[in-house]
């Protein structure tokens, strides 16, 4: 195993560490914008194992998935946004 | 000149560094996800911190592949991120502060209660000009 192999298995590792703590902020959020935010770092945090998973294997296929992850995460925050100030007016 | 330059392995210190800085401000803007005291200074965190950090990583990734078909999907990413990012935290910022999400007690509010009352000033005037009956 190389160095370099290690660099990126410690990146996946720090990035999974990331999304348990995000996780921790979506169960214990007070208010539900906490939890939209939560949600928007949960996406970023996905497109970044992502990018270091293709980046392991070698397979340029699967940066198609973060480019829709990038897409489809601007789209769930934005309506959850709108749903939040459409419904307590 | 650079017949005994190992590219391969220069690209691999370059992407390894890239994303190492890139790993490390995610995991400090989901530290302050977790530990900051308010919803406003905590949204501030995430968008400042995890937009940068994935910038870095897709950035380490292009430099690694090398084809310009990767760099031009990472630059499209990158793009698509530093545009959206701020967008959707002003509009979640924006309906917090319309359903009164409760600021942190340490924070100086005096301009925006000035701003919040020249504003409501101005809607109620509107809305009595626009009042059929009066």
Same mark, same amino acid.
């Given at each position: +195993? !190389?160095? /370099?192999?290690? *660099?990126?298995?410690?990146? +996946? $590792?720090?990035? !999974? &560490?990331?999304?348990? +703590?995000?996780?921790?902020?979506? $169960?214990?959020?007070? *208010?539900?914008?906490?939890?939209? @935010?939560? /949600?928007?770092? /949960?996406?970023?945090?996905?497109?970044?194992?992502?990018?270091?998973? *293709?980046?392991? *294997?070698?397979?340029?296929?699967?940066?198609?998935? $973060? &480019?829709?992850? !990038?897409?489809?995460?601007?789209?769930?925050?934005?309506?959850?946004?709108?749903?939040? +100030?459409?419904? @307590?007016? | 000149?650079?017949?005994?330059?190992?590219?391969?392995?220069?690209?691999?210190?370059?992407?390894?560094?890239?994303?190492? %800085?890139?790993?490390?401000?995610?995991? %400090?803007?989901?530290?302050?996800?977790?530990?900051?005291?308010?919803?406003?200074?905590?949204?501030?965190?995430?968008?400042?911190?995890?937009?940068?950090?994935?910038? #870095?990583?897709?950035?380490?990734?292009?430099?690694?592949?090398?084809?310009?078909?990767?760099? #031009?999907?990472?630059?499209?990413?990158?793009?698509?991120?530093? %545009?959206?990012?701020?967008?959707?935290? =002003?509009?979640?910022?924006?309906?917090?502060?319309?359903?009164?999400?409760?600021?942190?007690?340490?924070?100086?509010?005096?301009?925006?209660?000035?701003?919040?009352?020249?504003? =409501?000033?101005?809607?109620?005037? =509107?809305?009595?000009?626009?009042?059929?009956?009066?």
């Amino acid at each position: +195993m !190389s160095l /370099f192999s290690f *660099t990126l298995i410690f990146a +996946m $590792a720090a990035l !999974s &560490i990331c999304l348990v +703590m995000t996780a921790i902020r979506f $169960a214990i959020g007070p *208010t539900l914008p906490d939890r939209i @935010t939560a /949600f928007d770092l /949960f996406v970023a945090n996905v497109i970044g194992i992502v990018a270091i998973y *293709t980046e392991l *294997t070698g397979n340029e296929d699967f940066i198609d998935v $973060a &480019i829709i992850l !990038s897409l489809f995460g601007f789209l769930g925050s934005i309506s959850f946004a709108y749903y939040l +100030m459409k419904s @307590t007016r | 000149m650079f017949e005994n330059v190992n590219f391969l392995l220069i690209r691999e210190i370059i992407s390894s560094v890239l994303i190492i %800085i890139g790993v490390m401000f995610m995991l %400090i803007s989901t530290i302050g996800l977790l530990r900051f005291p308010d919803f406003y200074i905590r949204m501030s965190a995430i968008t400042k911190g995890a937009t940068l950090g994935l910038g #870095l990583i897709l950035s380490g990734m292009g430099i690694y592949f090398n084809e310009p078909d990767m760099f #031009l999907k990472v630059v499209l990413i990158i793009c698509f991120t530093f %545009i959206t990012s701020p967008v959707a935290a =002003h509009v979640i910022g924006r309906t917090a502060v319309r359903n009164k999400i409760p600021f942190w007690d340490r924070t100086n509010l005096e301009e925006f209660k000035d701003y919040m009352h020249n504003e =409501h000033q101005f809607h109620r005037d =509107h809305e009595k000009d626009n009042r059929p009956n009066k």
